[in-house]
């Protein structure tokens, strides 16, 4: 479990304690929502199959997490996890409305770089967005560009990799915040990251499984806080 983490699934949860316990077992787990640090970046794995309100122990842990790695000056980039999507084109499932409107405001205001989402069956990645008060599911494009992205004054990238080879799920539409969107695909989202001095960049790639064509690529350049200059 040092080298593989897990985003709980619905069929993970949902087909019987057993098979739940046996993953818990497997990844060293307690809650189906916990943390890790990878070299200069924090993970924050959700898990939008439990409680989530205010109120609840996820919230709690995630609101204290977040506020603990953005303060972090060891920590340059900030990537959550989610089974549910909080933004998606017309598809099979619908955008969790409820979590979005609770979280995506506590993204805004610590940093969160990146949202990897599943549950769609397809490809998707909108422009980097803010989290929008009046209409929680029309929200603020900070950068309209396909690419190019500052991570120290633009929005949030969320995407929704589903195209892992288990079906796929038509898209009826596309929202105005999709950067791209691709169905009918196998593939995967490769995230690189390379550190420099004073800057930092986030390169996403999505390839193809059939033949390794990149369908789909985005950086996100920052400056590193922690940089000193004598």
Known sequence: YDKLQITFGYHDVKNGESKLNQYKKAFNLDDLY???????????VMSTLSDFNVTSDQYKFIENDLKI?????????????????FYTSP????AKNDIRNIY??????????????GHNHNYQRTYPITFNANKG????????????????????????VGTAGEGFHPLEGRQPY???????K?????????????????TGT???????????YFTIEKEIRNNVTE
């Open 69 to 85: 790695a953005s303060e972090n000056e060891d920590i340059d980039w900030i990537v959550v996890t989610s089974y549910g999507p």
């Open 206 to 216: 999505f390839y193809d499984n059939t033949d390794s064509n990149i369908q789909d």
């Open 104 to 117: 995506h405001p506590l993204f805004d205001k610590y940093g969160v770089d990146l949202v990897l989402q």
């Open 34 to 44: 916990y943390s890790f640090d990878y070299r200069h970046v924090h993970f924050i």
């Open 178 to 184: 999709m950067a791209t969107q691709i169905e009918g």
């Open 137 to 160: 599911s029309n929200p603020t494009i900070t950068n309209a560009f396909t690419t190019g992205y500052n991570g120290n004054t633009d929005g949030i990238i969320y995407a929704v």
């Open 91 to 94: 598809s099979a499932h619908p």
């Open 186 to 202: 196998f593939g995967f989202l490769d995230v690189e990251i390379s550190n420099g001095n004073p800057h930092t960049n986030l």
